[in-house]
């Protein structure tokens, strides 16, 4: 599922869900896995979930979860499967200039080489 089903009031040109949305989020979000049939399908197994930005992490991790203080660590989550939090990549290209674009890139990267390394 992706934030963009949902709706949001446009603040300042950042997206801002309330707390009727994100536990709506949270909702939708475990109907969808448990109609496929959980996280263990018959092709695939999962072994990590990568949450990008506040939504997804609020959602799957409830409401006090913050990704600027969480992010890039694989830890345990309410559903049972190791996951690891990062920036929603559309933040990075907020980034008021190149030097800061750039860092947040960085971090970005260093998270997902984060969640490769996992097994």
Do not use: N
Not at 50 to 66: E, N
């Amino acid at each position: 599922m992706a934030a963009s089903d949902i709706r949001h009031k446009a603040t300042s040109g950042r997206r801002q869900y309330g707390a009727d949305r994100m536990s709506g989020t949270r909702r939708d979000f475990l109907l969808q896995v448990s109609a496929a049939g959980g996280y263990r399908a018959t092709y695939l197994t999962m072994q990590a979930m990568g949450l990008l930005g506040a939504t997804a992490a609020q959602a799957v991790m409830g409401p006090a979860f913050r990704v600027s203080k969480q992010r890039g660590e694989i830890m345990p989550s309410p559903l049972g499967i190791p996951v690891l939090a990062t920036v929603h990549p559309s933040s990075i290209l907020r980034a008021t200039d190149d030097a800061s674009r750039e860092s947040a890139m960085d971090s970005f990267i260093a998270d997902l080489k984060v969640a490769a390394a996992y097994r």
